[in-house]
């Protein structure tokens, strides 16, 4: 069973950057998409970025196109999320997600393993 373990967040003036962490344990991450999704107090969880298993497509959000980078490093079971140009509306907790599927990667329901989640919060 691979368990998805994030680090990485914190606390981040606005305008800041915070790079994510996402370790596969138990396990690999084998050919499963990967990807960043976020929920806010009250809001439901939303897509951020995803990654396909070799790296080479990619998915955002529009809301965080040009300030956020997703990358992959296999040979560490690590994936990141590269966050730049922070605004106080990125504060959320951040979950990573893994699957197999080839399609809806913006979709929550298509991933099998999730994380626990680490908290982002951004100053104004």
């Known amino acids: 069973q691979v368990q998805l373990v994030e680090s990485g967040g914190g606390l981040v003036q606005a305008g800041g950057s915070l790079r994510l962490s996402c370790a596969a344990s138990?396990?690999?991450?084998?050919?499963?998409?990967v990807a960043w999704f976020r929920q806010a107090p009250g809001k439901e969880r939303a897509f951020v970025a995803a990654?396909?298993?070799?790296?080479?497509?990619?998915l955002y959000a529009d809301s965080v196109k040009g300030r956020f980078t997703i990358s992959r490093d296999n040979a560490k079971n690590t994936v990141y999320l590269q966050m730049n140009s922070l605004k106080p509306e990125d504060t959320a907790i951040y979950y990573c997600?893994?699957?197999?599927?080839?399609?809806?990667?913006?979709?929550?329901?298509?991933?099998?393993?999730w994380g626990q989640g680490t908290q982002v919060t951004v100053s104004s």
């Open positions: 138990g396990g690999t991450f084998g050919r499963n998409v």
């Open positions: 997600a893994a699957g197999l599927s080839d399609y809806s990667w913006s979709v929550p329901a298509v991933y099998d393993y």
């Open positions: 990654i396909s298993w070799g790296g080479g497509m990619t």
